[in-house]
């Protein structure tokens, strides 16, 4: 007895001790083992213990005094268990909340984070601050570098200006490299500048951009080029710039930051993983950008902020003879080598150079456009006044050439109206029309409709013909293949008809297939003709050493290239080149048939 009521009193303290400290709050920190480095994100977990599962608790922090600090993320974690013991039964509850942070440095030395404070309904619970020192990443430019080229002339408010951004990076490195991070501060300065982007069109790859906001990927180009008498495989992007406000612009330094392996292994699949990498970082020089105001002197009044080269204006309209008060229907279509999403309308209302307010009502406000297929339309509806108006003027448009420094303008086309005076209806009117719908003709009833032939009567009336009927054939067809469409003429014209236009769609067909033919991208042509002369190159390769290089520089002109197949086989030729006596003696048979199928894959010839 007492044995029992011994296990019942424990229970009841176990159960009592795990109520309590369920009570209680708890806040812990956790940050990512370092080295920690400069512009490197640093991972930081604050677990809070103790709390309900609704709501979800907030975290408060002191904002660091430099570097961003940000919440990546918040994953819940609610666990609960029952016991019995001795008839007596006990539940335990527990509720997790992890927060996840981010920090990135901008720059190195001593950094304190926290403490972080976790709240829910008046509970709370605090953490302890975190002390990070922050190195720099080693500067590596042998093997690899980044140039940003911007315009060293002044240039325009409004102005287009085409920026570029190069990633070069020597061919041996692309092997070990695990991963990169781009940082290009000119990118992020939204308030100075704004940014197009060029069309995808034959790009090849992508290069990752990292920013306060997020990593974006933009559309690139892999090429290979030669520096320094060592070949380079060359990442390029291609952007638009805007200037937005005048001054001289300051521009940080472009950088990129690549992850290099330095220990590898092999996975339970065979894949090829880095057990060990090593940060590197490159970065070109700071720039300085001049933008300028657009000049006062020799404005045209009907600038309306178009900047860039060759604008023209056509105007077209549905009709040209009308009478006055009626409204004409314009469509105003611009061109020209500028920004044409910006590019608005001057006041069409002006005497000089548009349309005059004594001969032309225009609507008041701004006429919105459409850009579509490299250009702007507007569309307008305005009345002609009066019937002296015998043209649509000229209408002027005015923009600036910053190659030319000034302002240049073109005109569109008259366009000769027909104007008649605005014919007035009164009472008098109506009432003759009214009574000459009175006095028109009734028609001719028509005729009755025969159902058998009556007996000839001498003395019956006769009924004139209606004069409308005079002349007129009413002779019914009585052939019935016409009448059913049987007729062969119409068969034979029908098969002709067919036959034409069955060879007119295959003449169409062969003249596409031509044209594709002649337009083949000229770099696509020198690109598979270096795969085929290294296809070729690893069919006559005798040594391990060798087939290896050259699978090698063929992978690194591939956007593709399938790992699973290449790195085994690379592996394997590696073990013979650098076994005593591997690269004297001749390869496998089986093993070269691998490789130089493999390279024949690559350079799409096929097996």
């Not at 990169?180 to 308030?191: N, S």
């Not at 090429?223 to 200037?243: F, Y």
């Not at 002296?388 to 000769?416: C, M, N, Q």
């Not at 005798?542 to 050259?550: H, N, R």
Request: charged letters at 25%; zero cysteines.
């Amino acid at each position: 007895m007492r044995s029992r009521r011994w296990r019942t009193l424990m229970a009841g303290l176990f159960w009592l001790l795990q109520a309590g400290l369920s009570l209680a709050q708890e806040a812990e920190l956790h940050v990512e083992e370092g080295p920690w480095q400069a512009e490197v994100p640093v991972a930081i977990e604050v677990v809070a213990k103790g709390f309900e599962e609704s709501p979800e608790p907030r975290v408060r922090v002191p904002a660091p005094p430099w570097g961003r600090l940000e919440l990546v993320g918040v994953s819940p974690e609610i666990s609960s268990s029952v016991q019995i013991i001795n008839g007596q039964m006990s539940q335990w509850k527990s509720v997790r909340f992890s927060f996840h942070y981010r920090f990135v440095g901008d720059r190195t030395g001593s950094i304190t984070l926290g403490p972080f404070h976790v709240m829910q309904d008046g509970k709370e619970a605090t953490t302890r601050p975190v002390t990070l020192e922050l190195g720099a990443i080693p500067t590596e430019g042998k093997d690899q570098r980044i140039i940003l080229s911007v315009p060293e002339d002044p240039v325009y408010v409004g102005q287009r200006v085409p920026v570029r951004l190069q990633w070069w990076i020597e061919e041996h490195m692309v092997e070990r490299l695990v991963g990169h991070e781009a940082r290009v501060p000119l990118f992020e300065m939204q308030e100075a500048f704004g940014f197009e982007e060029v069309d995808p069109g034959k790009r090849n790859n992508a290069m990752a951009i990292t920013s306060p906001s997020g990593t974006k990927k933009f559309a690139a180009e892999t090429t290979k080029g030669t520096w320094d008498g060592r070949s380079w495989l060359v990442l390029t992007l291609d952007r638009v710039l805007i200037p937005l406000k005048e001054g001289d612009h300051a521009i940080p330094a472009a950088s990129v930051i690549l992850e290099e392996g330095v220990r590898w292994q092999r996975s339970f699949f065979g894949e090829r993983t880095a057990t060990r990498v090593r940060r590197l970082r490159v970065a070109d020089t700071p720039r300085v950008l001049h933008v300028k105001p657009l000049p006062e002197a020799g404005r045209p009044p009907g600038f309306a902020g178009a900047i860039g080269q060759d604008f023209s204006l056509e105007v077209a309209t549905e009709r040209s003879v009308i009478q006055a008060g009626d409204p004409i229907h314009l469509t105003l279509t611009l061109k020209g080598e500028g920004s044409l999403a910006t590019a608005s309308l001057p006041p069409l209302a002006r005497d000089e150079g548009g349309l005059p307010e004594r001969d032309f009502r225009v609507p008041e406000g701004d006429v919105a456009g459409v850009v579509r297929d490299g250009v702007k339309t507007f569309e307008v509806m305005v009345r002609v006044l009066h019937e002296g108006v015998r043209e649509l003027p000229p209408i002027s448009y005015s923009w600036f050439d910053p190659k030319k420094g000034g302002y240049e303008t073109t005109h569109s086309r008259p366009i000769a109206l027909s104007v008649g005076a605005a014919r007035k209806v009164s009472a008098e009117d109506v009432v003759r029309g009214a009574t000459h719908k009175e006095e028109q003709p009734q028609p001719a009833p028509a005729p009755p409709q025969r159902e058998s032939p009556a007996p000839a009567a001498t003395d019956a009336p006769t009924t004139a013909a209606p004069s409308a009927w005079i002349g007129a054939d009413l002779a019914l067809e009585r052939n019935v293949e016409k009448l059913l469409g049987g007729d062969a003429s119409t068969s034979w014209f029908q098969m002709v008809a067919l036959g034409g236009y069955v060879g007119g769609l295959g003449l169409i067909g062969i003249a596409l297939w031509w044209r594709r033919k002649r337009q083949v991208d000229p770099e696509l042509v020198r690109h598979r003709g270096q795969l085929h002369q290294l296809a070729q190159t690893v069919a006559r390769a005798q040594t391990p050493q060798a087939l290896a290089d050259g699978l090698r520089r063929m992978a690194a002109l591939v956007a593709q290239v399938p790992r699973e197949t290449l790195d085994p086989l690379l592996e394997t030729l590696d073990n013979l080149a650098f076994a005593p006596q591997g690269n004297k003696e001749a390869v496998p048979a089986e093993l070269k048939s691998r490789a130089v199928a493999f390279a024949r894959q690559m350079a799409g010839e096929g097996s």
